[in-house]
């Protein structure tokens, strides 16, 4: 499996609802030190609609300014209608939307 793949395939595994970071991927797939990597990944996302690109953040819960496939405001807007708060600034409460559920690759 590729780094891609391995990113995709994690990134399927986060609920509506909630959000995970770069970080968090980079070191579910083994790689802790290439988040930059996992955001190259996801701009070039083959499935936008079937890997949900939109639900990753940075550490500090800030929206991607560029995000792939729109922008920020695309990018807060489908966060909004999954029921997370994107506040002016395009951030992220990481205390409450934050996806603490376990990451993993199958086997």
Same mark, same amino acid.
């Given at each position: 499996?590729?780094?891609?793949?391995?990113?995709?395939?994690?990134?399927? =595994?986060?609920?509506?609802?909630?959000?995970?970071?770069?970080? =968090?991927?980079?070191?579910?797939?083994?790689?802790?030190?290439?988040? !930059?990597?996992?955001?190259?990944? /996801?701009?070039?996302?083959? =499935?936008?609609?079937?890997?949900?690109?939109? !639900?990753?953040?940075?550490?500090?819960? !800030?929206?991607?300014?560029?995000?792939?496939?729109?922008?920020?405001?695309?990018?807060?807007? /489908? %966060?909004?209608?999954?029921?997370?708060?994107?506040?002016?600034?395009?951030?992220?409460? %990481?205390?409450?939307? /934050?996806?603490?559920?376990?990451?993993?690759?199958?086997?």
């Amino acid at each position: 499996m590729t780094f891609f793949e391995k990113v995709y395939e994690i990134l399927k =595994q986060v609920p509506q609802g909630k959000v995970v970071t770069y970080g =968090q991927i980079a070191y579910a797939i083994g790689a802790p030190r290439c988040a !930059r990597q996992v955001g190259y990944a /996801l701009h070039v996302n083959p =499935q936008p609609f079937v890997i949900p690109c939109h !639900r990753v953040v940075n550490r500090f819960g !800030r929206l991607a300014p560029a995000f792939a496939f729109g922008g920020e405001d695309v990018q807060a807007e /489908l %966060l909004r209608k999954e029921g997370v708060a994107v506040d002016e600034n395009y951030t992220v409460d %990481l205390n409450k939307y /934050l996806y603490q559920g376990k990451l993993q690759l199958g086997e």
